[in-house]
């Protein structure tokens, strides 16, 4: 899971993330992806609730648009990788793809609170 909103009980707000979270079924527990970062890009979307996110494969989730509060939409395609090292712990890394229309995504190229899905390949 990606992003999302959250509830802040000490200061009674509910701020946007952008963490990455992974539900283990057999220990039946919630843990947090740490995330590889390049100080130099924009290695990360920013964070957003309302995206379309979609499994594509057993280590890559898309995420497509999403929004930060009502006037802070957003208009992007990211690409999660995961992998996991020998000690069973689990990485992910963040890819930023090109959109060749951005205008025509959706209705008045706002891309949130739509859903979506993998067909096929």
């Not at 947090?32 to 970062?37: F, H, L, M, R």
């Not at 594509?56 to 898309?62: A, N």
């Not at 712990?89 to 993998?118: E, K, M, V």
């Amino acid at each position: 899971m990606f992003g999302g909103r959250t509830y802040d009980l000490e200061n009674q707000r509910y701020p946007v993330s952008n963490d990455v979270w992974v539900f283990d079924f057999n220990a039946q527990d919630w843990y947090k992806v740490a995330i590889e970062t390049n100080k130099n890009v924009n290695t990360m979307p920013a964070p957003r609730y309302g995206q379309t996110q979609s499994q594509m494969d057993e280590s890559h989730i898309l995420i497509i648009g999403g929004c930060d509060g009502p006037t802070k939409i957003f208009n992007d395609v990211w690409l999660l990788t995961l992998r996991t090292d020998g000690l069973n712990r689990t990485f992910g890394s963040w890819r930023q793809l090109t959109i060749s229309d951005p205008g025509g995504s959706s209705p008045l190229g706002l891309n949130f609170h739509y859903a979506g899905c993998r067909v096929n390949q």
